[in-house]
């Protein structure tokens, strides 16, 4: 049993690993600890966790209804956190890793810049080391699923292409000496 996991278990300590921050039923986001699985709840605004959730058991004879009312027609784009940070790209096990440049991060996915043009709605594997304001943790290197969302070529400023991808998961990559 690695080190981390006898941590946690016989010593009540984590280094929390955190998920994508999910959405609850109250509309609400909340991340989980993907060794501990410990919920703390999550804030898009300032990317933060903000309070641990003790329990997140919905109560059995709540119905949860639409508000009534017209959607706004107008709707602020995601905080974005500005990176300059090099990953890994290509479609989902298929063909070979290229190198590519995240420009930024947020709710809603991922921006980066590659040489190699994929087609939209492909489901692609990207590997970068996810934000300490996501993960929880430093130098957290993830293997991401994700959908391609839209792509355009570069313009006078920027090589090969401009990407955007959705995240739909991640997993965290140990090292052996991690471990």
């Not at 709540?62 to 479609?91: E, F, Q, S």
Request: with cysteine.
């Amino acid at each position: 049993m690695s080190q981390r996991i006898l941590d946690v278990l016989m010593l009540g300590r984590c280094a929390h690993e955190f998920s994508w921050p999910r959405r609850a039923q109250d509309g609400s986001y909340y991340q989980v600890c993907l060794v501990c699985a410990a919920e703390y709840k999550y804030d898009w605004k300032t990317m933060r966790r903000i309070e641990r959730v003790e329990s997140s058991a919905p109560e059995p004879d709540t119905i949860r209804r639409r508000p009534h009312g017209k959607k706004p027609t107008w709707v602020p784009r995601a905080r974005r956190l500005k990176m300059d940070v090099p990953l890994r790209y290509r479609m989902k096990n298929v063909g070979t890793w290229v190198a590519g440049v995240i420009d930024n991060i947020s709710q809603s996915g991922v921006l980066f810049h590659g040489p190699e043009q994929l087609p939209e709605n492909a489901l692609v594997e990207m590997v970068f080391e996810m934000p300490e304001e996501i993960s929880g943790q430093r130098n957290s290197n993830v293997l991401c699923q994700a959908r391609l969302i839209r792509s355009r070529e570069a313009r006078h400023n920027e090589v090969g292409f401009a990407l955007a991808a959705a995240i739909l998961d991640y997993k965290f990559i140990h090292s052996a000496a991690q471990e």
